[in-house]
């Protein structure tokens, strides 16, 4: 991973960018023209797009020093590069470098703003909660997949959602502790004993998949034991829908042009696909009814005896499988990564754990670690799974910092504004975590408690409701494999490039390499 320090860029206040901007004014002139971007120009100059001066008794902003002060065309250049390098984490950590963690810069035109700031993030998560949202551009691209269910909507509608989901997605019981336990036999019986290497990150892939089909669908895809074609199916068109609608699928100039004229076929057919499945096992589910103890209080069986439509059902159990089932798998991936590349975390785990005896840990057991905790907690630091997002300011509103010469002063953000947040860049703020911020260290938590600069899962009335969840499938899926294997080694050859879709992931996956410990082997034979 690159070091901040090396992206250290200029900052520069409006006044420099409008001096700048009258040099470079007449080369844009024409392009402006061609490219139909003279409504965009006028409303700036007249500040149509909300951000007149005259109407600002805020202090200025922070401005990134563009090279381009009318369209901001190097940002957008900056950036589009850099996704395709797998590095816009680091790239726009760069923007928020040193002390300034609010910056606005140009978005074709108009004013955006990516900030860092704990502050900040406090205040549009929870302060001036109502004052943003989730904005349309996630809701119209995200809409063929979510529907307009939890992950996809605001106010009211999302209100009612999250209200009938969280007692879902938030419990853990034994119910919950026996999936996991009966999908980590699945996933430990397909991992090579031998020592050779292998992609743990495609491995995490199918076992967060048939773990959440079966706790919020009640029916497994069971692609790590006996997957069946359905299934099979269903998994690769979710996986690739969620790729397309999140524009990671295909750069190629072909597609986009093909896709732009005909419509993306490829993508109504996985979207047929994942609906056909899913209305396949609900169909089943009413004509079956509750089967078995386990299946009585089943999310499909009880929402609807609650007397909820069956579609609406269909997205809410969509929501909670997409919104939970990739973040979970780059997470597991992740900690995988972590303790690949650091032998002696690896043996103190194996040293606290090894009170357990090599049994599966009771729930109880979850909260029993505090060397796993520290750990897990390190690696959500250096790689949330969420590491970037953006929200849309709702009405005229502000934070309480980007503006003045310390940028320590309160900005105006106007309705309409996009204003996009770092989790990844604040995570790395010294002043939280230490000097060492780049460095894997699970023990700086023993000391640190850095409340809003820690965010993983969000915080406020529209945070993660699938925390507890993920952390009681992390810390006990850890827990097993720790166990079960003697080491783990680092077999990757590339170094980690990010994949940023609905969330972050390693771009060539996560090779390790792993040894069996003949003593405690914990696969039920
Ligand atoms: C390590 C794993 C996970 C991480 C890091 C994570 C992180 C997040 C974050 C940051 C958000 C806020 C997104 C936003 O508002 O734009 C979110 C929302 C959400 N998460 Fe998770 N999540 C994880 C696992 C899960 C799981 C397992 C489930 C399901 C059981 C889940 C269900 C949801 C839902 C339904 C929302 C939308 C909440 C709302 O809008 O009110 N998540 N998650």
Same mark, same amino acid.
């Given at each position: 991973? @690159?070091?901040?320090?090396?992206?250290?860029?200029?900052?520069?206040? $409006?006044?420099?960018?409008?001096?700048?901007?009258?040099? %470079?004014?007449?080369?844009?002139?024409?392009?402006?023209?061609?490219?139909? +971007?003279? !409504?965009? *120009?006028?409303?700036?100059? =007249?500040?149509?797009?909300?951000?007149?001066?005259?109407?600002?008794?805020?202090?200025?902003?922070?401005?990134?020093?563009?090279?381009?002060?009318?369209?901001?065309?190097?940002?957008?250049?900056?950036?589009? %590069?850099?996704?395709?390098?797998?590095?816009?984490?680091?790239?726009?950590?760069?923007?928020?470098?040193?002390?300034?963690?609010?910056?606005?810069?140009?978005?074709?035109?108009?004013?955006?703003?990516?900030?860092?700031?704990?502050?900040?993030?406090?205040?549009?998560?929870?302060?001036?909660?109502?004052?943003?949202?989730?904005?349309?551009?996630?809701?119209?691209?995200?809409?063929?997949?979510?529907?307009?269910?939890?992950?996809?909507?605001?106010?009211?509608?999302?209100?009612?959602?999250?209200?009938?989901? &969280? @007692?879902?997605?938030?419990?853990?019981?034994?119910?919950?502790?026996?999936?996991?336990?009966?999908?980590?036999?699945?996933?430990? *019986?397909?991992?090579?004993?031998?020592?050779?290497?292998?992609?743990?990150?495609?491995?995490?892939?199918?076992?967060?998949?048939?773990?959440?089909?079966?706790?919020?669908?009640?029916?497994?895809?069971?692609?790590?034991?006996?997957?069946?074609?359905?299934?099979?199916?269903?998994?690769?068109? +979710?996986? #690739?829908?969620?790729?397309?609608?999140?524009?990671?699928?295909?750069?190629?100039?072909?597609?986009?042009?093909? =896709?732009?004229?005909?419509?993306?076929?490829?993508?109504?057919?996985?979207? !047929?696909?994942?609906?056909?499945?899913?209305?396949?096992?609900?169909?089943?589910?009413?004509?079956?009814?509750?089967?078995?103890?386990?299946?009585?209080?089943?999310?499909?069986?009880?929402?609807?005896?609650?007397?909820?439509?069956?579609?609406?059902?269909?997205?809410?159990?969509?929501?909670?499988?997409?919104?939970?089932?990739?973040?979970?798998?780059?997470?597991?991936?992740?900690?995988?990564?972590?303790?690949? /590349?650091?032998?002696?975390?690896?043996?103190?785990?194996?040293?606290?754990?090894?009170?357990?005896?090599?049994?599966?840990? %009771?729930?109880?057991?979850? =909260?029993?670690?505090?060397?796993?905790?520290?750990?897990? !907690?390190?690696?959500? &630091?250096?790689?949330?799974?969420?590491?970037?997002?953006?929200?849309?300011?709702?009405?005229?509103?502000?934070?309480?910092?980007?503006?003045?010469?310390?940028?320590?002063?309160?900005?105006?953000?106007?309705?309409?504004?996009?204003?996009?947040?770092?989790?990844?860049?604040?995570?790395?703020?010294?002043?939280?975590?230490?000097?060492?911020?780049?460095?894997?260290? @699970?023990?700086?938590?023993?000391?640190?408690? @850095?409340?809003?600069?820690?965010?993983?899962?969000?915080?406020?009335? &529209?945070?993660?409701?699938? /925390?507890?969840? *993920?952390?009681?499938? *992390? $810390?006990?899926?850890?827990?097993?494999?720790?166990?079960?294997?003697?080491?783990?080694?680092?077999?990757?050859?590339?170094?980690?490039?990010?994949?940023?879709?609905?969330?972050?992931?390693? !771009? #060539?996956?996560?090779?390790?390499?792993?040894?069996?410990?003949?003593?405690?082997?914990?696969?039920?034979?």
């Amino acid at each position: 991973m @690159p070091n901040a320090s090396s992206y250290v860029l200029p900052f520069s206040t $409006k006044d420099n960018i409008d001096r700048e901007r009258t040099v %470079t004014i007449a080369s844009y002139a024409l392009l402006l023209f061609l490219v139909g +971007f003279t !409504k965009t *120009a006028w409303s700036y100059v =007249n500040g149509r797009n909300g951000i007149s001066q005259k109407h600002i008794s805020f202090q200025k902003p922070v401005w990134y020093s563009h090279k381009d002060p009318i369209f901001g065309l190097d940002v957008l250049w900056m950036c589009a %590069t850099a996704v395709f390098q797998g590095r816009l984490l680091e790239v726009t950590r760069s923007m928020l470098y040193g002390a300034r963690k609010t910056v606005s810069y140009l978005f074709l035109g108009r004013q955006a703003v990516i900030t860092s700031d704990p502050e900040n993030l406090k205040a549009m998560l929870a302060g001036n909660f109502h004052d943003f949202g989730i904005g349309e551009t996630r809701k119209n691209s995200l809409r063929p997949l979510f529907g307009g269910a939890i992950f996809n909507s605001d106010g009211e509608i999302w209100q009612q959602h999250r209200t009938i989901l &969280r @007692p879902f997605a938030s419990r853990v019981r034994t119910q919950e502790l026996l999936h996991f336990e009966n999908y980590f036999q699945h996933l430990i *019986a397909t991992l090579p004993r031998d020592g050779c290497t292998i992609d743990i990150q495609q491995s995490f892939n199918s076992f967060t998949l048939d773990i959440s089909t079966a706790v919020f669908l009640g029916k497994s895809t069971n692609l790590l034991s006996s997957p069946s074609q359905s299934g099979q199916r269903f998994a690769a068109a +979710f996986d #690739h829908a969620q790729r397309a609608l999140s524009g990671i699928d295909d750069y190629s100039l072909t597609s986009l042009v093909k =896709n732009a004229i005909f419509g993306n076929d490829r993508l109504k057919t996985s979207l !047929k696909e994942i609906h056909t499945f899913l209305d396949q096992v609900l169909d089943q589910c009413m004509l079956e009814g509750p089967q078995d103890p386990t299946s009585q209080d089943s999310f499909f069986h009880t929402l609807t005896r609650q007397g909820r439509a069956r579609q609406d059902i269909k997205y809410d159990i969509l929501n909670l499988v997409l919104a939970g089932k990739d973040t979970t798998a780059a997470y597991l991936s992740s900690i995988w990564y972590f303790l690949s /590349q650091n032998p002696s975390t690896y043996a103190r785990l194996r040293s606290e754990i090894s009170v357990l005896n090599g049994q599966a840990p %009771t729930k109880d057991d979850l =909260n029993r670690f505090p060397f796993l905790s520290q750990t897990l !907690k390190e690696v959500l &630091r250096l790689q949330p799974p969420v590491a970037i997002n953006q929200r849309t300011a709702i009405r005229d509103t502000c934070l309480p910092h980007g503006a003045g010469s310390d940028g320590l002063s309160p900005m105006r953000i106007p309705r309409g504004a996009s204003v996009g947040y770092s989790v990844y860049a604040m995570h790395r703020l010294p002043e939280y975590f230490g000097e060492d911020v780049d460095t894997f260290r @699970p023990e700086r938590w023993e000391s640190i408690r @850095p409340q809003w600069a820690f965010m993983p899962f969000h915080a406020g009335p &529209r945070s993660c409701i699938g /925390q507890q969840f *993920a952390m009681a499938l *992390a $810390k006990y899926s850890t827990i097993r494999m720790v166990q079960h294997f003697a080491a783990v080694e680092d077999r990757n050859e590339r170094p980690w490039e990010e994949k940023l879709g609905l969330n972050c992931s390693s !771009k #060539h996956g996560v090779n390790v390499g792993l040894v069996v410990d003949g003593e405690r082997d914990c696969r039920v034979s």
